[in-house]
């Protein structure tokens, strides 16, 4: 699979949900005291974001 989400420990030991393309982070969420936090992180960003705005702040 090119793509996948990741859950893993900072260096404090919370939890940071990351999103990875062909082994390369793309995104990571904020730290989470708990997995079960991560987790909600990953299931609202498949839930909201397949839809998500594309917003272009570039000059013409």
Do not use: C, P
């Not at 699979?1 to 982070?25: C, P, S």
């Not at 990571?28 to 992180?41: D, G, L, P, V």
């Amino acid at each position: 699979m090119a793509h996948r989400f990741e859950i893993r420990k900072n260096k404090a030991g919370e939890f940071v949900a990351y999103f990875l393309h062909n082994a390369e982070t793309i995104f990571w969420t904020e730290s989470y005291k708990s997995k079960s936090s991560a987790q909600n992180a990953i299931d609202s960003i498949r839930k909201n974001g397949s839809d998500a705005e594309v917003v272009d702040k570039t000059a013409d």
